[in-house]
């Protein structure tokens, strides 16, 4: 799915992100682990095209996502509150990113009724800009929103900050149910190791721009991650 | 602890992130407040003159009068539109431990660092020190000094006593500014002049010089009444916003020009949807009035256009300049999102210069009302529209790829130099210029009408090859929009 070789991103004499060779396999979800400045949101950020590496390149489906945009056609994504078009309602923005992709507004609003549990009647028919809700509501916009593209390719950066402990819990079924269903490959970037290791079946560790480490989850993986994390 | 929170104050204005950029800007900035404030000087010192060349024949003092309240009410109707709230900055002081009383008083004291406040005094205070003071003795020019600044204090107060009251209750201010109207139109066709009343009411305080302080008694009581709803309702959810119920819009027309159409509407909210979008659409419509001033009758009977041009160009292409200058910034706080997203930049791009042509079309009929003074100024706005729509919003475009400037949409309007930068300035120059550069040479060659022509001619042309200018835009866009999402998320 994604193939990242000779990564590099430079600010001034720091290197936030030197990623010799990276394969994503198509299907898989990937917990993204590391403390502030590994260069988790930078990484994102480079695969979604929205700042330049300094050398190397990310293929998407085996197209550079800076050269091609088809990427865009499968791959959503949530990173921060700059995704949001605040000063909409928050079904027009539902309606305005599936008209992206062709969706029309009555498609729209039937298929958000799934997530009426994740928006536990906070999101719908509230009468508010998005700028006027709550953070954790205005994260749970973003998700749905992404998540409502059907893609191929998701990208979430820590989706689980500012959710409350039950929609928290949600999200992790909601994306667990779209890996069985639709074979989705998922990115998710989080400080809660918990939820990284229980959604995840791969975990890739950065730190200060490296891969530290890459591997498969099972039993051990959380305590491995505790102590690496409490050294 | 006032002094305190002042000095807090002086801190965030110094040290805010956005504040000015560039110093061009700084500079520009000082200018028009060292200018403004020398007319008002100037105004000040000559007023009798003035009054005496503009009135002839009236007694100085009861113009002087009656432009004294004149000036009030105007002032009142402008402070109503452009005054800001000191509301927002009170909120890290809320939950410790400071007397409501004493935040109230910050906030009192606050609103007094205003311009409207100052210029009244150097407008009024020089002509009273003078003229008032040589024929009704230092006595009288004291109590006019003491009224004007009473005066001063009463529409400050009430201009924000009414405007919070408005948050809650929208009514209030279509309401007060009928009634300033409703009182002008009544002096205007002299049914009911209250500009005789003030004169009677100064005359009692050169009488009576003590009767001023009647105004200082209503300024109190203004300010009492201000402190106590202060007291009563301070909460920040109280005091700043309104809790109105949005509700979500579509324009059905755009639909059908299909995913362009889309992002015209999606700026049209925008547009619509924050004060400072809204007041740079209110200068727009203000522009419109331009014509009046540029469209002289010796110009029309000469066919001197060259000076009809400037105005025939600013006004139809008033939303191009005035909007256009700081795209993309306005969508800076979601320019990621537009990024990610299936949003093709061809179509980006499009849907601007859609947003432009409908803008200027839109203006450009109100604006053929002018036609009723001469066919020629339809001839001379026609050229400007074309050019306008053809090549003006290119240029506009080109810089706006140039333009890494966030835009802060959630700060008020009115002399607000956030996001101005060099791009702004130079914009200005090829816009206004080109024009010209087409126009000139026929004229000069005292063939205005192949001017207007030529003007027209290239616009349409321009117009014709908007596929290639689309293409060329959109290569501008992508060498740039790094660097441009980059300056926004800053």
């Known amino acids: ?231 | 602890m006032l002094i305190t929170f002042l000095n807090h104050q002086w801190k965030a204005f110094w040290r805010s992130k956005n504040k000015g950029g560039s110093i061009a800007a700084q500079i520009f900035i000082g200018f028009i407040l060292l200018y403004l404030l020398t007319v008002a000087v100037l105004v000040g010192l000559s007023l009798e003159i003035l009054i005496e060349k503009s009135f002839p024949g009236k007694d100085v003092f009861v113009v002087f009068n009656g432009f004294i309240l004149y000036y009030f009410a105007v002032e009142m109707i402008m402070r109503l539109q452009l005054q800001d709230l000191p509301t927002l900055s009170i909120i890290p002081y809320l939950h410790l431990k400071i007397p409501k009383q004493t935040i109230v008083n910050f906030l009192n004291a606050r609103a007094l660092f205003s311009a409207f406040n100052i210029l009244p005094l150097f407008l009024f205070i020089p002509f009273c020190t003078t003229a008032i003071a040589d024929v009704y003795g230092s006595l009288v020019a004291l109590m006019y000094v003491v009224s004007i600044i009473s005066l001063t204090l009463f529409n400050n107060y009430t201009a924000l006593y009414i405007k919070r009251l408005s948050i809650s209750n929208l009514k209030v201010v279509p309401i007060m500014l009928a009634s300033i109207f409703t009182f002008g139109l009544l002096e205007y066709f002299q049914v009911f002049s209250i500009a005789a009343r003030p004169n009677r009411t100064f005359n009692v305080i050169s009488l009576h010089p003590i009767a001023a302080l009647g105004f200082s008694v209503i300024a109190l009581i203004v300010f009492l009444i201000n402190s106590r709803y202060l007291r009563n309702n301070l909460y920040t959810e109280e005091l700043s916003r309104n809790n109105e119920k949005k509700v979500s819009t579509d324009y059905p027309i755009l639909g059908r020009f299909g995913e362009i159409g889309t992002l015209v509407a999606l700026e049209l909210k925008l547009i619509l949807r924050h004060k400072r979008t809204r007041s740079s659409l209110i200068m727009c419509v203000i522009f419109v009035f331009y014509g009046f001033l540029f469209y002289k009758k010796d110009f029309l009977q000469n066919d001197n256009f060259a000076a009809m041009l400037f105005a025939a160009v600013f006004m139809t292409g008033s939303v191009i300049s005035i909007y256009g200058q700081f795209m993309f910034g306005w969508q800076a706080a979601h320019f990621d999102g537009l990024l990610v997203n299936k949003i093709d930049f061809r179509k980006f791009i499009k849907a601007k210069f859609l947003l432009f042509t409908i803008m200027s079309t839109f203006t450009t009929l109100i604006i053929s009302l002018y036609g009723f003074i001469s066919w020629k100024i339809l001839a001379v706005q026609f050229a400007a529209y074309l050019y306008n729509i053809g090549i003006g919003t290119i240029i506009v475009l080109y810089f706006a790829t140039r333009n890494y400037r966030a835009i802060d949409l959630t700060k008020a309007a009115t002399f607000n130099f956030q996001g101005v930068g060099a791009s702004q300035w130079v914009l200005g120059l090829p816009y206004f210029l080109l024009p010209y550069v087409i126009f000139l040479p026929f004229f000069l060659a005292d063939r205005p009408y192949w001017g207007l022509a030529a003007l027209g001619a290239f616009g349409a042309i321009a117009l014709l090859t908007r596929e290639f200018w689309v293409t060329f835009l959109v290569n501008q866009f992508n060498k740039r929009r790094y660097n441009i999402a980059e300056g926004f998320r800053e």
């Open chain 1, 1 to 231: 799915m994604l193939e990242i070789s000779k990564l590099k991103k430079i600010y001034g004499s720091k290197t936030v992100v030197n990623i010799e060779e990276l394969q994503i396999n198509s299907g898989e979800t990937i917990g993204l682990v590391g403390n502030n400045g590994a260069g988790k949101t930078t990484l994102f950020r480079m695969l979604l095209d929205l700042i330049r590496p300094n050398t190397g390149e990310i293929l998407s489906k085996g197209e550079n996502v800076a050269k091609h945009s088809k990427w865009k056609d499968y791959t959503a994504s949530y990173l921060d509150e700059g995704f949001l078009i605040d000063y909409l309602t928050a079904e027009e923005y539902f309606i305005f990113i599936g008209g992206l992709h062709n969706f029309s507004p009555a498609h729209v609003m039937d298929y958000l009724h799934q997530y009426n549990e994740f928006f536990n009647d906070e999101i719908l028919s509230k009468g508010k800009y998005i700028r006027d809700f709550s953070k954790g509501n205005q994260n749970k916009i973003g998700i749905a929103a992404a998540l409502m593209q059907s893609p191929e390719l998701l990208i979430l950066d820590e989706p689980f900050a500012n959710l409350d402990p039950t929609t928290q819990i949600r999200l992790k079924s909601l994306i667990k149910n779209l890996k069985q269903e639709s074979k989705m490959t998922t990115l998710i970037s989080s400080h809660d190791l918990n939820h990284v290791t229980d959604v995840c079946d791969r975990i890739i560790l950065l730190e200060k721009g490296l891969v530290i480490k890459d591997f498969l989850t099972d039993e051990n993986t959380l305590k491995e991650l505790e102590e690496y994390f409490s050294e």
